[in-house]
Structure formats: C-alpha cells, structure tokens
C-alpha cells in the first residue's frame, strides 16, 4: 500500500508542471522533503511511542477542540 503513494505522488508533480502551477525544482524539492520526513518519522516513532505510551491499568483522557461551519466544539474521550 505505501507503494502506491509514489505513482500518485509523481502523476500528481507532474500534472502540476504541465499546467505550468510549479516549476520542476519546486517538485522535485517537495518530493526531497517529503522523502525525508517520512524517513525522520520511522526513526523517530520508537522513541517518541515510548513517551506517549498507555501504561496498564492506568485510564487516559483526551481533549479535542473542534471547529465546523462557523461552530466551536469540544470532544472528550475518557478510557477507563
């Protein structure tokens, strides 16, 4: 599946360069920079899982502001 992204990702730089909206740096830049977050992200999730880790017997809770056609909301979510 994560294989699939690369030919949508090119057709899309692509698609963006003949409709003369970016030039081939600026893609061939985004895909650099895309590439290489991707790769800091898998370095990084074994250590950064370990800090946010739900440690047993132990009930968490999550805020989360919401925002939807001019309206304000809160979502809270409580694990016991």
């Not at 056609?69 to 409580?78: D, E, P, R, S, V």
Request: hydrophobic share 45%; charged share 10%.
């Amino acid at each position: 599946m994560g294989i699939s992204g690369y030919p949508i990702a090119a057709m899309t730089g692509i698609y963006r360069i003949f409709n003369d909206k970016h030039w081939v740096g600026d893609v061939m830049t985004g895909a650099g920079i895309g590439i290489l977050s991707t790769e800091v992200a898998y370095w990084l999730f074994p250590t950064i899982s370990k800090w946010f880790a739900n440690k047993k017997n132990q009930a968490s809770l999550v805020i989360l502001p919401t925002y939807q056609t001019k309206q304000f909301g809160l979502a809270i979510i409580k694990t016991f």
